[in-house]
């Protein structure tokens, strides 16, 4: 990516980087993440933390064997959040919580309706992510029916939380308005307007002294807040799941986290190598924390999470990413948790085709939810 200057670059990247688990210095996984945790909290510079959401329940309904709750509600910053709370119809007791991470894959305008499905027509626009990416699957709710309450909201930029064209200049927006915002051609437009404008929010949150993952863990955590919150959830059995832009919020979630204690993150693991010399141009202005990649490795920041259990999906065809880093970055993984003294808490699993979460990727992940959380 950056011609000539790539080797220079790669070279001056240590291996292990000054806080990896794998250096030397560190023997004690406790101590460890104390204080790679606090470094990496640092780096994401999020916003403020805000008390715990208190949301509107804008419906209540059931649809196939789910009890779904529509939420909305209100942070310090921007639009309101919709979120939906999906649980088994009759559900009776504390159940193990999952915070639903839904992707980017390109499309702004949607969030929270990529992973979940409320009623017999969709939009014909999420019928074809889902068929596209999740084997024709609203995977949240396919997680609900096993006996969990999913917690499934739109972050930072997406669907409701989406940047209004009417709030920006017309010069930025292209003088672009949403007359029919739900037409597929107003969708479209809408999605090449966001994707040209992500470099200009992450200028503008750099020169904030904030990072764009840092809002996004903020929002994502906030969610968590209440999914914590919740009398129907057991606290104590709560975890996180999403693909692409999703499995990006999971390994940043589960880094930032203690409460996220056990996690599923797909299609969104490789090393800041592979983006150095190889993918940047192949993903979101959403990955990039300046000055990270010195302190940890990407793959690291979810072994923060250790000893907690975690698995990572891998698709071998991802033209995402680079097959050789992904299985470098597998390798980094399984030496953190063995070192931590839990390498059975520790799955990589690697299957053929390309960027998806497809429906076996889907039963593995779903097993190993109920290993870890319903044990």
Partial sequence: MLGAYGEWAAQSMADPPRLSFRQPGFSNVESWRSIARARFRECLASPAPSLTPIPIVQHKLEFDGLAIEHLQWQLPYGPPTEALLLKPAGANGKLPGIVGLHDHGGNKYFGLRKITRMSKDPHPAMIRHQAQYYGGFAWANELARRGYAVLVHDTFTFGSRRVRLADVPANIRNNQVEANPEAEDEIQRYNQFAGAHEHLVAKSLFSAGMTWPGVFVNDDQRALDYLCSRPDVDATRVGCAGLSGGGLRTVMLSGADERIRCSCAVGMMTTWRDYLLNK???????????????????????????????????????????????????????????KAGAPEHYKGSFYDGPHKFDREMQQEAFAWFDRWLKA
């Fill in 280 to 338: 940047c141009y192949t993903h979101t202005w959403m990955c990039y924390v300046p000055g990270l990649p010195r302190e940890l490795d990407y793959p690291e920041i979810l072994g923060l999470a250790a000893p907690n259990p975690v698995l990572v999906l891998n698709n071998r065809q991802d033209a995402l990413f680079t097959l050789s880093e992904m299985e470098r970055a597998d390798r980094m993984l399984a030496e953190v948790y063995k």
